[in-house]
């Protein structure tokens, strides 16, 4: 399953698969918002105040890894030293 990232602004990021997009604030280390886009249109049911759900998490650690990724690349190239 393709996941996809892209930056909101300063703060937020966003993650999509073929179904869900994540938005993961990347100063408190958390998600904000999950929703099935396909299923919920009009995005009322965020998933990050139920129950466990399998494929927020797993995008949550997409994210963080991608995150991660990003600033060792970042660090190495001198970028922000």
Known sequence: NRVVFS???TVL??????SYVLGFNSVTGKPEYCYNYKTDLNRRNNLV?????ARMNSL?????????????????S????
């Open 7 to 9: 930056k909101q602004n």
């Open 13 to 18: 990021c966003q993650a999509f698969d073929s």
């Open 49 to 53: 105040n139920g129950p466990y759900n």
């Open 60 to 76: 949550t650690i997409y994210m963080k890894a991608f995150l991660q990724m990003a600033s060792n690349h970042y660090n190495k």
């Open 78 to 81: 001198g970028e922000f030293k």
